[in-house]
């Protein structure tokens, strides 16, 4: 594998626990002041994972691209 590889899957992992964290923390405070979940943290949760998508979608495009140019 290459160094870049290594990067992409530590930033999506990354954006995923720190996901993962937000949500958690948000839900624990909602539950225990017995309020709704805050709306912002969901649309927060939908952007993020687009990004995340968009992130990996164009990177894994990227090295096919690359890849069909080597072989050339």
Known sequence: ?????????????????????????DYMVAM???RVLDPEIITLMKMSITGLIGIIGGYLG???STKDVKDE
Not at 2 to 16: E, N, P, Q, R
């Open 1 to 25: 594998m290459k160094f870049a590889d290594y990067i992409v899957g530590i930033l999506s992992l990354g954006i995923l626990l720190l996901l993962l964290v937000i949500i958690l923390g």
């Open 32 to 34: 225990r002041t017995e």
């Open 62 to 64: 990227g090295k096919q």
